[in-house]
């Protein structure tokens, strides 16, 4: 093993940092780096991991902190409005005063965000041991990374942390399937815990997805109706039996798609929830989800489920 980053060692850090920038299409570069530098280069997969988890989970922790933020700000708003009793003129260039502020500190995360990639990507070209604030340390303790000696990374804690990331990612609209399609399609034949949850996580994702292609569809279908009963520039006439079927048709598919917009937050949960549990150690398999792409895993491989769902490392050897 060779302890010194090599060209193609800074290569694949660098690509797999600046990724970052492309704001969740990127996804799939640490993957690929990892799975071609795995038992070649420690730096390179190490510096491969760590810009994975940061487009996933610090990507996540990213955005929950920023939708936070915008909650707290609005509240103190009206807060501090209520208990100065700002009116009229003085209330407007308050606001005006707290927009400003607001676009400043929204636009400085987002500076933020992609300057952190930016310096990791220049630190590893420069052969330089780069980690991420807070996130950085504690992987490197996870993987048991240390540049000084000869070991590879921990054999078990790596295939779970790409498969946690996967499960992470799903809070990445679209493009978070690329994490576990890009897991599946690199390691699936040489490691059956990571075929597993980069399948049952690809299908969760897909399920996600179609929920929000559907109550888009579900809620432009009322609109259509509601325009083709009333006309596209005429009010309701309640009177009319057409324009009464347009209206209820129109709310109920306004409810709909209300109640699925609504499920969607829970089933994030649900990843981010599936992410913490592997990587703490637990097979964790999707409602309904899980039991159905395990028996189809099993089926296809002619094997009990127990014997690819409780052991996470290669099976036949890893290639890569």
């Known amino acids: 093993m060779n302890n010194t980053p090599t060209t193609e060692d800074r290569i694949w850090a660098v690509l797999s940092h600046l990724s970052a920038i492309t704001f969740g299409m990127g996804i799939l570069l640490p993957i690929i780096g990892w799975a071609e530098q795995r038992r070649k280069s420690n730096y390179a997969s190490f510096q491969c991991l760590q810009a994975l988890g940061y487009q996933s989970l610090g990507y996540t922790v990213w955005f929950l902190g920023y939708l936070v933020f915008i909650l707290a ?10 208990v100065t009793g700002d009116s009229g003129d003085r209330f407007g260039t308050s606001m005006g005063i707290w927009i400003s ?25 420069l052969g330089r041991d780069f980690r991420y604030p807070v996130m950085g340390n504690r992987l490197a303790r996870y993987l048991e990374y240390d540049p000084t000696k000869e070991e590879w990374l921990n054999e078990d804690h790596e295939p779970r942390w790409v498969a946690a990331m996967g499960h992470f990612s799903v809070i990445i609209a679209l493009w978070g399937m690329l994490a576990p399609l890009t ?9 059956l815990f990571l075929k597993f949850q980069s399948i049952q996580t690809l299908v969760f994702q897909a399920l996600i997805t179609i929920f929000y292609f559907v109550a888009g569809f579900v ?23 057409a324009g009464m079927f347009g209206i209820v048709i129109f709310f109920v598919s306004l409810l709909i798609a209300f109640v699925i917009i609504l499920a969607i937050p829970l089933m994030h949960i649900l990843g981010q929830w599936a992410g913490y549990r592997v990587l703490k150690g637990d097979d964790y398999r999707y409602p309904l989800i899980g039991r159905l792409v395990e028996g189809w895993i099993a089926n296809k491989n002619s094997l009990q489920p127990p014997s690819f769902a409780k052991h996470p490392v290669d099976g036949g050897g890893d290639a890569a």
């Open 73 to 82: 700000f609005f509240i103190s708003i009206l807060v501090l409005s209520g």
């Open 101 to 125: 502020v607001f676009i400043a500190l929204v636009f400085g995360a987002f500076v933020l965000y992609f300057l952190l990639p930016i310096i990791a990507a220049i630190a590893c070209a």
């Open 183 to 191: 897991t599946w399609l690199t390691h699936g034949k040489q490691n």
């Open 219 to 241: 809620y432009l279908f009322g609109i259509f109706l509601l325009f083709a009963t009333t006309g596209l520039t005429g009010a309701p006439d309640f009177d009319s039996s």
